[in-house]
């Protein structure tokens, strides 16, 4: 056998062993940018995505402690486009805002609050997986970048099939359950929800965040939010552990049985 | 037919001698194992080389599955025997369905505990492709020690405690514990009935369904997601430290760093309050782990338990996880926790009708 057949059976017999189920791995970090990393938004969007002033908190003994901090809001153009008969259920959440925001129950946020609440989260970039942990209630999202197909069934988290379009993730965000609020102003949607993220690194330590939301029952077009999440560049940064059942139960299940 | 000199081969060892021992040891005995799903003839032990990450570090990424039928601990009648011959793996495998599918339904409080069966059951129908008679390997015997005198009396206390109340007083409950205990609050159930824990999530064991495991992995992070319910574990292999020694966490806080081409994690900083395998575990607890992926579709996972003041000695486990078919799905248990209103309204219903209208604490 010549030489150069010899190195080609060799080549041909070491993918064949590697095979193709393992060992092909592309090199994301060649490829495309590495969003791995300690995230966190900085802004008042989980209070209010709308542009709004400061107001008083839940209760006067706190005073200043847990007032409503004011925010020019995340809204590209300014408000949000609600159907005309879609908004009272607004206003009434924002009313009851108190007592019925399901992030006070510590249930898993949605997407996309998740990624503005005013904790870290931490993006792993995997090979064909990335997964993203939020440090609230241990939320997670796993953003398949090999199309699974659709949702199987309605979730808290949604179901995130993601793709490259240059140097921007795009996530398309389907099958979440209605039961999740925007902020905790009362800003809703139903299970039409279609939410289309799009991250981008601006710099080394910024990623530009825009979110599409899509829902026909509640609004009268698509509308977007836009922000910039911050790397956590402290030398000791980690996203700790804020299980907020033990804090909850009380609320949720005081009446149990009353 | 199994070849019995492959028993032999995955005998102890070290580092890299018992890899390819466990490498050879996988395919010789569970072949189908070495490529479910795979294209392709089966690479043997002397070929395959483990994938790995631009950085060079080995991949450990995939769905891995935990499930098995192969006892936490080894039967006492067994000793130290630490691996089934072929037939007599055969005869276990056979026991073990037919008695994980029998009708234990009892007319008593424990009825509905005992009315699952393999219907509801995801451990697999397989022993662990190791062949072992425990998922314990050490201490010898395959059972876990016995615990430190004091630790012993503080838990032998509590449960009297509690069976002393359950007895004079209404508003207690067998719930998902297993045992017959205060049902009133929730501060008093078990995690599983509170949807924190469902199983020990550190380490690594099976427990009834959902043994489902997610791992995805960066240039200096390897994440575990444990399916049920949702936990997932960050592990920073960039040397960054422990939490100070004071801040506490359900789960501890692991660290990793890489031995060669095995992940070692350790894990310490747990509040102590957990269930399952490590009831008995306190604060003192520190969890090892090593990850070492051994062919392709199987990780080999170990783990060694310390708690000084809880057992007299650390113990160790071995666990080949295997791919699993499929995705993980999401979990959500707090938010449809139903289970935790019935149990409470029955507790203080009866509380109610019994006059005992303080609240417990």
Redesign the interface.
Known sequence: MTKQALLTAACCAASMIAGPAFGQHTATAADQPDLSGIWQAMNTANWDLEAHAAAPGPMSELGALLAIPPGPGVVVDGAIPYLPEALPQREENRENRWTADPELKCYMPGVPRANYMPYPFQIIQGTDTIMLSYQFADAVRIIHMNDPGPAPAPSWMGWSVGRWEGDTLVVDVTGQNDQTWFDRSGNYHSEELHVVERYTLETPNILMYEATITDPNVFSRPWTIRMPLYRDVAENAQVMEFNCIPFVEDVLYGDSGK | MLDRSCRKRTAAGTGAAKLSAMVAGMLCIAPALA?P?????A?SAD???V?????GRP?L?GIWTNKTITPFERPQELGDQAFFTPEEAEQFVASMLERGNQDNRTDDVRDVLNAYNAFWWDRGTELLANMRTSIVTDPPNGRIPPLVPERQAELEAERRAITERCEQQPGCAITNSGEMGPAWD??VLDLMT???SFGTVVPMLPTAYNNNY?I??????V?I?TEMV???R?I?TDG??H?PEH?R???GDSKGRWEGDTLVVETRNFTGELHGRLRAADENLRVIERFTRVA?DVLLYEFTVDDPTVWTQPWSGEIPLTRADG????Y?C??GNRG??NI??????EM?AAGDTEKQE
């Open positions: 490529q799903g795979g294209d392709g003839p690479p070929e395959w080389e994938p790995r990450l631009p950085n991949d990424q929730p501060k509170r949807c924190i997610q995805v992995q960066s240039a200096d992070t994440a997601l949702h936990q997932v960050r920073p960054s430290p939490l801040v966490q359900w789960f392709p995705l993980l799905y999401e959500a707090h938010e935790m209103e409470l309204s029955a507790a203080r219903a109610r």
